[in-house]
Structure formats: structure tokens, C-alpha cells
């Protein structure tokens, strides 16, 4: 069965920073675009980054542009988020996507397979 595992959340102070790791299994890799989603209390499923199969490209929310990078690990199946100059409206749930298509929509109907999430809280 396809799986995504997130890890690397918790607390941290604004300012500060954070690194989450989406390890797959269950698919191949490499067929897969990959995307980072985050939701807040009250609040829709928000996109926040996404990175092509080859990690050639990578596409981020305009509120993240500038902290956050994207990357991927092929060899690792592994897609991460480091995330920099924290802020409190940066606390979510981080979930990991998957798409088998081409493209990086920002839409999460658009991702076949996700992760159970990682909590993030970001103190002011």
C-alpha cells in the first residue's frame, strides 16, 4: 500500500526554523510529483510548495516565497520542506502529497495520495 510518512514537526519560536521530511513507499518515486500542504484551525487545505519529478522545478505559495525550500531526495524516496524565518500564522498541519500526473497544482483534489500530517506551531 502507498505510503507517506511525514516527520519533523513540533514547537518552535517565530523567527526560528524547521525541517519536515515525506518519506514514500509503496510507489515509484520517481513517477511522482510531490507537494507540501499545510491546514490551519477553521481554515481550507492550503498549498504551500511542490517540486516535479526530476526536482528540476518547484513551484511555493506566495505567503512562503522566500522562507521555504522545497527538495527531493530520489534516491532516498524522500521529499522535504525546510522551513525559515517562522512565523506564527506558519502553524498547521503539514501534509505530504503525491501526484501521478504532470504538473504542480496547487489544488489538493489534484494529489492521487496523502500523508497522515505533522503538526507545526509556531510561537509568537
Known amino acids: 500500500q502507498v505510503q507517506l510518512a511525514e516527520s519533523g514537526g513540533g514547537l518552535v519560536q517565530a523567527g526560528g526554523s524547521l525541517r519536515l521530511s515525506c518519506a514514500a513507499s509503496g510507489l515509484i518515486f520517481t513517477n511522482y510529483g510531490m507537494a507540501w500542504f499545510r491546514q490551519a484551525p477553521g481554515k481550507e487545505r492550503e498549498f504551500v510548495a511542490g517540486i516535479n519529478r526530476s526536482g528540476g522545478s518547484t513551484n511555493y505559495a506566495n505567503s512562503v516565497q522566500g522562507r521555504f525550500t522545497i527538495s527531493r531526495d530520489n534516491a532516498k524516496n524522500t521529499v522535504y520542506l525546510q522551513m525559515n524565518s517562522l512565523k506564527p500564522e506558519d502553524t498547521a498541519v503539514y501534509y505530504c502529497?503525491?501526484?501521478?500526473?504532470?504538473?504542480?497544482?496547487?489544488?489538493?483534489?489534484?494529489?492521487?495520495?496523502w500523508g497522515q500530517g505533522t503538526q507545526v506551531t509556531v510561537s509568537s
Open positions: 502529497g503525491a501526484r501521478g500526473s504532470i504538473g504542480i497544482p496547487t489544488r489538493s483534489a489534484s494529489y492521487n495520495y
